[in-house]
T-cell receptor
Framework: AQSVTQLGSHVSVSEGALVLLRCNYSSSVPPYLFWYVQYPNQGLQLLLKYTSAATLVKGINGFEAEFKKSETSFHLTKPSAHMSDAAEYFCAVSESGGSNYKLTFGKGTLLTVNP | DGGITQSPKYLFRKEGQNVTLSCEQNLNHDAMYWYRQDPGQGLRLIYYSQIVNDFQKGDIAEGYSVSREKKESFPLTVTSAQKNPTAFYLC???????????FGDGTRLSIL
């Protein structure tokens, strides 16, 4: 069974500082991995996805993530935080090769950006 | 613009009442999903459907029911058997293969 662990339910950074949100996954087969962002009272918006191509994935709004198989990690980073980045971020995994396409989500990390 | 429409945005349920949440998509996606979101719990899968007239239980299906009579529509009924229905409900859809899931803006259900 697949699972996702997001380390840190709440991360606080200063504007202009590095953003690092951690995600570790467990999967019995090569995974597909996703990061989503959620603003208050809204649905989830896709930031980026890894589907077995390049291990460094670039997404929207300056975010990127690196797939590290040896560490079973898919951490999300952004070099310089902006106030508009304040939101909740979810990492999700789907097992490739399966007939049922289901995502398993982490519990989320709330990012606060301080002026 | 293509997308997913959930309605209503806010919904209140009385004791013993069934309520239905609407989800419509015009993305021509085959698969549709319902998730429940509680603070600090992430998203948990209630039901999903890969084709019309077929659906499968997710991880927390008890107290919920769905139908998929049309490709565009996947309504969720929260029955009176669901004793703790207060949550944010999200509908999603996806196309063929491992495409990302697209989400609606959610329905917040509360108990009166």
């Amino acid at each position: 069974a697949q699972s996702v662990t997001q380390l840190g339910s709440h991360v606080s950074v200063s504007e202009g500082a590095l953003v690092l949100l951690r995600c570790n996954y467990s999967s019995s087969v090569p995974p597909y991995l996703f990061w989503y962002v959620q603003y208050p009272n809204q649905g989830l918006q896709l930031l980026l996805k890894y589907t077995s191509a390049a291990t460094l994935v670039k997404g929207i709004n300056g975010f990127e993530a690196e797939f590290k198989k040896s560490e079973t990690s898919f951490h999300l980073t952004k070099p310089s935080a902006h106030m508009s980045d304040a939101a909740e971020y979810f990492c999700a995994v789907s097992e490739s090769g399966g007939s049922n396409y289901k995502l398993t989500f982490g519990k989320g990390t709330l990012l606060t950006v301080n002026p | 613009d293509g997308g997913i429409t959930q309605s209503p945005k806010y919904l209140f349920r009385k004791e013993g009442q069934n309520v239905t949440l609407s989800c419509e998509q015009n993305l021509n996606h085959d698969a549709m999903y319902w998730y429940r979101q509680d603070p600090g719990q992430g998203l948990r899968l209630i039901y999903y459907s890969q084709i019309v007239n077929d659906f499968q239980k997710g991880d927390i299906a008890e107290g919920y029911s769905v139908s998929r009579e049309k490709k565009e529509s996947f309504p969720l009924t929260v029955t009176s058997a669901q004793k703790n229905p207060t949550a944010f409900y999200l509908c999603a859809s996806t196309g063929q293969g491992y495409q990302p899931q697209h989400f609606g803006d959610g329905t917040r259900l509360s108990i009166l």
